[in-house]
């Protein structure tokens, strides 16, 4: 198992953000198929108003043990994203449509994929695919419970009957592989052909997060699914039709529906069944945060609310929103556009840029990478983010790492900043031109894969000019900037000529002719 680290900063034009990462190069995995299989009965089109019911049925028993609040429940979405949250009474702005205690019976998170796994994964176990793949890896066991009704997969969590069956419930109306690759409803399960256009299409690239499945995958394949078929089935069968579920394929099925449906909230990845029904709106809408419930108000849980000045009637779509990002990170994450990113409203690509393993300083940037980023990111406009000269290195040593992203956001000298600058603009030009010669997309499909791809394309084609254009000005204007030691005379006070006239006066009558400031004597005056 490789031990994840960092080589890398990426920065996000127009919202400039820092986070770990690394570039590799992985082979392509291929799981094998296994006989032992499982039936397991996924939603059809025809199926969906069925599958809404039994889900609804489940909800109302773990009310309000497991929900403590719930206006709305699970249907047929009139606006045609196949299921959604709708409103069982009349809200107004504020209303609580939703509220769900922190609960591991009914909620998949990150550490209790650790609890489960435990003694299956080593104890320090972090695949490339982070918490992303551990939710991933929850879900697949609850697909091998949820199908052979216990045999396969892990006995963990232990739940109570009422939790057991909105789970059960819940994963047969969660999409299939087939119906998410029929429909492409996500990058991770695109044909190759549109992956490659989306690879080309944006700075944020699809394969690496394809070779981290893949990596993630072929480790678990080898150490823990092979070793035991009885317990981690390698495919699940439907109507003659073979599902995958514990190998590559699986493995990428349920790592785009976490990436699709988990939400970030209290400081780690959740993953809420009934929650993650919710379909997105731009305007008018509330993301899933953290808050309280209960008779007392003193239950920790995950709530959705009306926004401002939005009311629902019943029967009507319960819209939430799904949060500020990219047109990529839409795309990537949620498989779809909204309308803001179609817009163009907001235009944002991600640059990444390697620390050179022959700096002498690595090992302390990768620190301060790691440690002291994302409390102090974002920079904005534009930020030395590295020291490129021998000659200003020297003034990072009184530095304290906490308080480096503030000092570095001001110039620290010309040619520094000219680096920085020269630097930022070669990886735009060289984005943009790897965007250059993609034909645009013959069908007229606005949701098809190369439509989509078309559309993060003229976003981040957007994002790079202007942000090239903006350091072109600043590199033009590199002689008007104050720097460093510019700084640190005017904050002494040694910024102009030293007049002992002007320095006795403003002192007073009392000022000692032979000190100036700081109580040190003035040039050529000591008596030995």
């Not at 919202?15 to 094998?32: E, P, Q």
């Not at 490339?128 to 969590?157: F, H, M, Q, R, Y």
């Not at 020297?394 to 790492?401: A, G, I, M």
């Not at 499909?445 to 600043?474: F, G, M, W």
Request: glycine content about 6%; proline content about 4%.
């Amino acid at each position: 198992m490789k031990i994840r680290g960092s080589t890398s900063i990426f920065i996000l034009l127009g919202i400039i953000d820092y986070s770990l990462g690394f570039n590799t190069n992985i082979a392509k995995f291929h799981a094998k198929r296994n006989e032992f299989q499982i039936a397991l009965s996924m939603a059809k089109k025809e199926d969906l108003p069925l599958i809404s019911s039994q889900l609804n049925e489940a909800m109302k028993k773990c009310q309000p043990e497991f929900i403590k609040t719930c206006k709305v429940e699970v249907g047929v979405s009139p606006n045609g994203n196949r299921l959604g949250l709708i409103a069982t009474d009349k809200m107004k702005k504020g209303d609580v449509a939703l509220a769900i205690p922190y609960d591991d019976q009914i909620i998949l998170t990150p550490e209790l994929a650790l609890d489960v796994y435990n003694g299956v994964l080593p104890t320090k176990y972090d695949g490339w695919t982070g918490d992303n793949g551990l939710l991933a890896l929850l879900l697949l066991n609850e697909v091998a419970k949820t199908a052979t009704n216990g045999s396969a997969g892990i006995a963990k969590p232990t739940r109570k009957a009422d939790a057991a069956n909105l789970i059960s419930a819940w994963i047969k109306a969660l999409p299939s592989p087939q119906e998410m690759k029929e429909n492409n409803m996500h990058p991770f399960l695109y044909s190759e052909d549109d992956q490659e256009t989306l690879q080309a299409s944006s700075t944020k690239k699809v394969y690496r997060l394809l070779d981290d499945l893949e990596e993630d995958a072929a480790w678990l394949e080898e150490r823990v699914w092979e070793a035991d078929r009885q317990k981690f089935p390698a495919s699940a069968e439907l109507n003659g039709e073979t599902y995958p579920c514990f190998n590559l394929e699986g493995f990428t099925w349920a790592s785009a529906l976490v990436a699709s449906r988990s939400v970030f909230v209290d400081g780690s990845s959740r993953l809420i069944p009934v929650m993650d029904m919710a379909n997105h709106d731009d305007i008018g809408a509330n993301e899933v945060v953290g808050g309280t419930m209960g008779t007392f108000g003193t239950t920790k849980g995950a709530v959705v609310k009306t926004a401002n000045g939005k009311t629902y009637e019943k029967g009507s779509e319960f819209l939430a929103s799904y949060g500020p990002k990219s047109a990529a990170e839409y795309l990537l994450e949620h498989g779809f556009l909204p309308k803001a990113s179609r817009s163009m409203q907001t235009s944002v690509a991600e640059l990444t840029f390697e620390i050179d393993e022959e700096d002498r300083f690595r090992d302390d940037k990768l620190d301060i990478l790691e440690f002291e980023t994302y409390d102090n990111a974002p920079m904005e406009p534009v930020q030395s983010f590295d020291v490129l000269g021998t000659k200003d290195a020297f003034l990072l040593e009184s530095v304290f790492r906490r308080d480096i992203w503030e000092f570095m956001s001001l110039p620290v000298s010309e040619p520094n900043e000219r680096a920085v600058l020269e630097t930022i603009a070669s990886s735009c030009s060289k984005a943009l031109a790897g965007m250059e010669g993609i034909e645009a997309p013959e069908d007229e499909d606005e949701n098809s894969p190369q439509s989509l791809c078309a559309i993060v394309r003229e976003s981040e084609t957007k994002a790079l000019s202007r942000t090239l254009e903006y350091v072109e000005r600043e590199k033009e204007a590199l002689d008007l900037k104050e720097y460093y030691q510019e700084r640190r005379l005017k904050d002494l006070g040694l910024d102009s000529e030293w007049n002992p006239d002007e320095s006795g006066s403003a002192l007073g009558d009392d000022y000692d002719d032979d000190l100036s400031f700081g109580q040190t004597r003035a040039p050529g005056s000591l008596d030995w």
